[in-house]
């Protein structure tokens, strides 16, 4: 499985961004497909998750201001971030589950301006 994020970019405080992510190769078995970010010195911590029976899990915090969607004949799943706060700043990384592996996407970068 391979994993291409798009999307990321510079955004001032309050503004919103949409990331995507391309899943090809071997796509059919994929359980889930998620969002992780990791800030500058800190873990790669879950944004959300949906999963192959559309079951989504946001991480702590993220509700609401995050939004995860996914298209299955594209292979695709979105990230809408809105109200974005500089603190929400970091590589945004694009996670398939496939079995009991994990695949990774490249990462993304959002860096949102005071």
């Known amino acids: 499985v391979q994993l291409q994020a798009s999307g990321g970019g510079l955004v001032q405080a309050g503004g919103s961004l949409k990331l995507s992510c391309v899943a090809s190769?071997?796509?059919?078995?994929?359980?889930?497909l998620g969002w992780y970010h990791q800030a500058p010195g800190k873990q790669r911590d879950l944004v959300a998750e949906i999963t192959d029976t559309v079951s989504i899990n946001y991480g702590d915090s993220m509700k609401g201001q995050f939004t995860i969607s996914r298209d299955n004949a594209k292979d695709t799943v979105y990230l809408q971030m809105n109200s974005l706060k500089p603190e929400d700043t970091a590589v945004y990384y694009c996670n398939a589950q496939w079995g009991r592996i994990n695949y990774w996407g490249q990462g993304t970068l959002v860096t949102v301006s005071s």
């Open positions: 190769g071997s796509t059919r078995s994929i359980n889930a």
